[in-house]
Every structure is written in C-alpha cells, then in structure tokens.
C-alpha cells in the first residue's frame, strides 16, 4: 500500500527568509502525481504546487517549489522569501493511479514569525 | 461559483445518536470523497465514489455510510456515533476519475463532537 510520510510536525521560519518541508512516499508505482496542499487556520484546502512523477524538472510555483527526487522517493517544498500569510498546515499527498485518490502525509504545521 | 458545499460547519452529537452531513458540488465533476483529519493523522479517506451510482472504500470506512444520491451530491451517514468519530470533515470532488493529475476542490468542512 501507498504511503505518504511528513516527519517534520511542526516548523517555524523567520519572515523573508526560506524553509524546507520535507515528504517521502511509498509507492511501486512508476507514473503517478504528488501534491502539497496548504491549510490555513481558516481551514479551507489550498492546492499549493503539483509534481508529474515522469516529468524531471520540479515544478516551480512563484515563491514555492519542489525538490522531488523520484529515486529516493522523496518530494520537499521550498517556501522562498517566507511570508506571514505562510503560516498554515501543509500536506503532502500521493494520488494512486489505480483509484485517483489522494492520500496524505501526516502534515507539517509551518509558522512564520514577524 | 459555490465550488463544494457541505452542511453543517458545526454539529454536537450524543453518543448513538445518528446524522447525516451533506456535500454538493456544481463543478460537474465525476468523483466525490469524503475525508476526516484528525491531529498528527492527516487527512484519511472514508468513502470515495468515482461516478454517479458506484461507492466504494477507503482507508477508515468502519461506522459510516454513503449515499451518491445523483452526481452533484454525496452525503455521509453516521449511524450511530462514537466519541472515536469526533473529527473534522472534509468533503471533496475532482473532475474524470484515473485522472490522477486532477486536483481535489475541497468543502470548508465539519467540525463534529461526539459526546
């Protein structure tokens, strides 16, 4: 079974300055999709960034980018020039070819400090 | 654009007492889920429904029930609930199924106590 690991419960960055979340997953699958998703307090479900598993270059979103290395199994996010409005939960998450569904990380509370 | 719907935001349940959450999306998307999250767990899928008429399981389906009444709405039933189901509630649909690059577009949620 596909598995999704965030490590790193919680996190916490200075304004300006960057932070890594790290990811890695289980999978014997060789094609699929990886997300990050970003919870705010608000608790409405953002999509931040999305990686294609047969694509080499990482996905690259303005301030957020992906360092996904498919080997390792392993996809971060990289929040550049963090900003307050950061601050949230964020998930990382599989989508099974077999069933389209997601399945996520265990997520990284990030809060960025002023 | 109302996107997903679901009902209620907030709900406080006795322990055996039964409900129903209620999720509608206007996005005509084929594929409809609902997820919980709880803390340090992530989100965890109950049931996901790939097209009007099909159900199926997913990682914690135990003391739930589906219903895909058409292929706007997709409702949870909670028969009799435990304290083990106070969670929060998500409610999701994505476009063609096995399209795997396909985002979700996710409700604002249930907050539901069991006491």
């Known amino acids: 079974a596909q598995t999704v690991t965030q490590s790193q419960p919680e996190m916490s960055v200075q304004e300006a300055e960057t932070v890594t979340l790290s990811c890695t997953y289980d999978t014997s699958e060789n094609n699929y999709y990886l997300f990050w998703y970003k919870q705010p307090p608000s608790r409405q479900m953002i999509l931040v960034i999305r990686q294609e598993a047969y694509k080499q270059q990482n996905a690259t979103e303005n301030r957020f980018s992906v360092n996904f290395q498919k080997a390792a199994k392993s996809f971060s996010l990289k929040i550049s020039d963090s900003q307050l409005g950061d601050t949230a939960m964020y998930f990382c998450?599989?989508?099974?070819?077999?069933?389209?569904?997601?399945?996520f990380g265990q997520g990284t509370t990030l809060q960025v400090k002023p | 654009n109302a996107g997903v719907t679901q009902t209620p935001k907030f709900q406080v349940l006795k322990t055996g007492q039964s409900m129903t959450l209620q999720c509608a999306q206007d996005m005509n998307h084929n594929s409809m889920y609902w997820y919980r999250q709880d803390p340090g767990m992530g989100l965890r899928l109950i049931y996901y429904?790939?097209?009007?008429?099909?159900?199926d399981k997913g990682e914690v389906p135990n003391g739930y029930n589906v219903s895909r009444l058409n292929k706007r709405e997709f409702s949870l039933r909670l028969e009799s609930a435990a304290p083990s189901q106070t969670s929060v509630y998500f409610c999701?649909?994505?476009?063609?199924?096995?399209?795997?690059?396909?985002?979700?577009?996710f409700g604002s949620g249930t907050q539901l106590s069991v006491l």
């Open positions: 998450a599989f989508s099974d070819s077999n069933t389209g569904k997601l399945i």
């Open positions: 999701a649909s994505s476009g063609p199924f096995r399209a795997t690059n396909e985002k979700l577009f």
């Open positions: 429904s790939a097209s009007e008429g099909t159900t």
